[in-house]
């Protein structure tokens, strides 16, 4: 069945969050604070382990600077934060909505699993590498959720445009992500891990929306230098 792996992926993530959502109600704000400051350390282990994988620097660095451009006049993060304040409304007294949702999408859809098992889907494999990103990203929800509240649910939505989509253009796709766009890729998406990573912990809050950009403008970069 096309996009299997992605609903499976999703089902996971769902699952996950609800499991959380019930766990987090024994938490104590201290026992919250502590979970915040190791999930932070975590994710960026994690960031750190996909940005040290980059093998051109200066592609990283022009991805996000023009990325970042391009973000900042779209203004990504002002419709972030428009769109987190709408679902804050709607569910209050539930967490953090926004912080989960951004975190939870970044952390679900940055990686060479989600490419690459989108990629398997898409050209007909059994899609193995989806199942094994839907046991870690299941997992991953339930400590989310338990912290940032019940807005890490609504992250299945660019999980399924993301994944979705390239699942469902997965021949041309492959053409496209040729091994070192998704080097550069993960490296990008790797730093905004990071930058989240600094958010969970509390040191600063950044504006990792406007930044988006810069993973698809790799893309452009690596292929515009003939590194593809």
Known sequence: MLL????VNIGAVIAGCLIGRLAGRYLSTRMRQTLMIGLGLAVLLIGLQLALQSKQLMIVIGGLIFGG???EMIGIEKRLEEFGERLQKRFSG???????????SLLYCVGAMAIMGALQDGLGG?????YAKAALDGVASIALTSTLGIGV???VIPLLLYQGGITLVAELAETILTEPVITEMNAVGGLLIVAIAIDLMGIKRLPVGN???AVFVVVALVWGFGMA
């Open 153 to 155: 649910i609504f992250s």
């Open 69 to 71: 451009l391009i973000g």
């Open 94 to 104: 539930m967490g953090k909505v926004a912080e989960g949702f951004v975190t939870a």
């Open 211 to 213: 930044l988006l950009p």
């Open 126 to 130: 059994p899609p193995t590498i989806l």
């Open 4 to 7: 299997q792996g992605t609903f």
